[in-house]
């Protein structure tokens, strides 16, 4: 098999190892990548926002399987370009990704599918957001409709801070929504499921980290660390989670002639009054994948294949590895407001070679001295396993610590209070 892969994060770097290690697999590319990833694989450039160069260059590199990362190309109709080819590809299709394209229809089919969600309005003025924000009181939850690169949410007890975030957003384009909502208690869970339009297997759920600062504290990212799996999570999440939230909104999504195809997330709220969805996203979540990879022992290629070929309903049961994953991420220099770039990157051999320890690359770059620079917000993602998940989190921290990057910080609470439970 022939796999070619979209995408220039760790997420796309984690796909990539576990694709690797599929011996089903011959053949990774990557487009247009980083450079940790070009030292892997053999990469290519394309804008990911085209579809129709995407779907070309699946067809000039005689691929058999197309693997989506980011959501932009997704929401843009890579999958529909990739597959107007002959060619598989797991991703959805334009129209399915409006799972994550609009938070708006994610609540129009949440309804349809009875899936437990919080409360929310959709505003179109300022006046409608004012009087929605007051009939849920604070903390006030407000989010862009469309995409915003994990940092279109907002939540506040400071009504004048909700109120701008919500100007920001109706600013936007003229037909812009913004959809406010009720706040949801209790921890945050994200679940993957693969789907192939009617089957669902659903994955190890993670913990994210949205905040930039320890405590959570600061305005959220796209993501600053993840560990799996959850040793406080209720027994039965998964089973529970799959029956009443990924199944129905599979079925409901294939009844609306739009069937979604690939990796559907659920962003979860374990509340008092029970789970409640939060976000809905249409592929892999980043810094989530890599721990959830670094778990998966089953082989990744035949399973977003069967996916991608209407088939996951002839697969075994997955197999996943008893070890815990922690995932860290170093972030450049004022990220996440204007990240500054170009910085050098040093110790991340050494850091390998830290036991279970795998850098993933995100925001690098080779200059044109040849030396491995920052170019982006999430610079490196430093991964770990171990037997316990204070193992996993020791030995993360521990490479981090063999890393020099100037101006760039981290969180240092990633599974803390987990890792302390037990």
Not at 134 to 160: E, S, Y
Not at 178 to 197: A, C
Not at 239 to 255: I, K, N, W
Not at 315 to 332: D, F, G, K, M, Y
Request: glycine share 10%; proline share 6%.
């Amino acid at each position: 098999m022939k796999v070619l892969v979209i995408g220039s994060g760790a997420r796309e770097h984690a796909l990539i190892n576990a694709l690797l290690d599929d011996d089903e697999v011959e053949c990774v590319i990557c487009a247009p990548g980083n450079a940790g990833i070009a030292g892997v694989v053999e990469t290519h450039q394309v804008a990911v926002s085209d579809p129709v160069a995407i779907g070309e260059l699946a067809a000039k590199l005689a691929v058999d399987l197309v693997v989506i990362g980011p959501e932009v190309p997704l929401v843009a109709g890579a999958a529909d370009a990739v597959r107007g080819r002959g060619i598989a590809c797991f991703g959805p299709s334009a129209a399915a990704a409006q799972l994550e394209g609009s938070k708006a229809f994610a609540k129009q089919v949440m309804a349809e599918a009875s899936v437990p969600t919080a409360l929310a309005h959709v505003c179109t003025t300022i006046a409608e957001v004012g009087a929605a924000i007051d009939q849920f009181g604070a903390p006030f939850v407000v989010k862009d409709d469309g995409l915003a690169a994990g940092k279109g949410v907002v939540v506040t007890n400071d009504r004048a801070e909700a109120i701008a975030h919500a100007q920001f957003c109706l600013a936007r384009a003229a037909d812009a929504q913004v959809v406010i909502e009720e706040y949801l208690d209790g921890p945050e869970v994200s679940l993957f499921g693969i789907t192939d339009g009617t089957t669902i297997v659903p994955l190890q759920p993670a913990q994210d980290f949205k905040r930039v600062r320890d405590d959570d504290e600061g305005p959220n990212t796209g993501g600053m660390g993840a560990y799996s799996p959850l040793p406080w999570a209720p027994e039965h999440l998964v089973s529970d989670v799959t029956e009443r939230v990924l199944q129905p909104m599979v079925d409901a999504m294939r009844h609306r002639g739009t069937p979604f195809v690939g990796l559907l997330y659920a962003g979860l709220a374990l509340t008092a009054r029970g789970t409640r969805v939060i976000e809905f996203n249409a592929r892999f979540g980043d810094p989530e994948t890599q721990v959830v990879l670094a778990r998966l022992a089953s082989p990744l290629g035949r399973l977003l294949l069967a996916a991608a070929t209407g088939r996951l309903a002839d697969l075994p049961p997955l197999v996943w590895r008893q070890e815990s994953a922690v995932t860290v991420v170093i972030a450049a220099h004022n990220y996440p407001e204007t990240p500054r770039t170009g910085d050098l990157i040093s110790g991340i051999e050494a850091a390998n070679e830290v036991p279970g320890v795998n850098v993933l690359h995100a925001g690098t770059a080779v200059n044109p001295q040849g030396q491995l620079v920052s170019a982006g917000g999430r610079v490196l993602s430093v991964t770990a396993i171990g037997d316990q998940l204070a193992q996993a989190r020791e030995r993360a921290y521990g490479a981090i610590a063999l890393i020099t990057l100037a101006g760039s910080h981290f969180r240092t609470d990633i599974a803390e209070i987990a890792s302390a439970s037990k």
